[in-house]
Structures are given as structure tokens and as C-alpha cells.
């Protein structure tokens, strides 16, 4: 069965910062390009950034380059995303997702999986 389980959110202060993490199962990780994707509340979903299968590029969008990190460990099947100097329109819930795309930019349609979510609430 194929998870991608996503933890790690919480209330957070503005200026603060959060580490989400997103254990994938189920799917040979190594082939597989992993996104973070958020969605606010009454808007579309968005892509923020995705790693490629090796781990060795990845890609943001203009709104949170410079502030959001995304690593990925190989041995654990995971993918990171460091959030930095969080503002309260990073308030989101964060879906990590899965495509055999080497680069799939941040059409949702070429991801296959998805995992549930977590909520990241930046609020004073």
C-alpha cells in the first residue's frame, strides 16, 4: 500500500520556524520525484517545492524561496521541508505528494500520490 505520511505542523509564532516531514511507503522512493504542496483556506492548492529522486535538485516557488529548505534522506524513505521566518500567510494545510516525473514542476496532476496533510498555523 502506498503512504506518504506527513507530520510535523503546528501553531507557530511569526518569524518562527517548523520542519515538516513526509515518510514515504509502498513505492521504490528512489524513483519518484517528492512535492510539498499547501492549501489555505478557500484557495486553490499550490506547489512550494519538490526534490528530484536523487535528491540532488530542487525546485521553490518565487513565494517562498529563500525561506523554505527541502532535503530528503534516502535511508529513511523521507523528505524534509525546512520553514523559515514563517508569516501568517504561510498558514496552510502542507501535503507532501509523489510523481514519477522528473520534473513536474507544480501541476497537481502529475502527482499520483498524496499524503494527508499537516496544519501549520502562523499566528501571534
Known amino acids: 500500500e502506498v503512504q506518504l505520511q506527513a507530520s510535523g505542523g503546528g501553531l507557530v509564532q511569526p518569524g518562527g520556524s517548523l520542519r515538516l516531514s513526509c515518510v514515504a511507503s509502498?513505492?521504490?522512493?528512489?524513483?519518484?520525484?517528492i512535492g510539498w504542496f499547501r492549501q489555505a483556506p478557500g484557495k486553490e492548492r499550490e506547489g512550494v517545492s519538490y526534490i528530484s529522486s536523487s535528491g540532488g535538485r530542487t525546485e521553490y516557488a518565487d513565494s517562498v524561496k529563500g525561506r523554505f529548505t527541502m532535503s530528503s534522506d534516502h535511508a529513511k524513505n523521507t523528505v524534509y521541508l525546512q520553514i523559515d521566518n514563517l508569516k501568517p500567510e504561510d498558514t496552510a494545510v502542507y501535503f507532501c505528494?509523489?510523481?514519477?516525473?522528473?520534473?513536474?514542476?507544480?501541476?497537481?496532476?502529475?502527482?499520483?500520490?498524496w499524503g494527508q496533510g499537516t496544519q501549520v498555523t502562523v499566528s501571534s
Open positions: 509502498g513505492f521504490r522512493f528512489d524513483d519518484y520525484t
Open positions: 505528494a509523489a510523481t514519477q516525473w522528473r520534473h513536474p514542476g507544480f501541476s497537481r496532476r502529475v502527482f499520483d500520490y
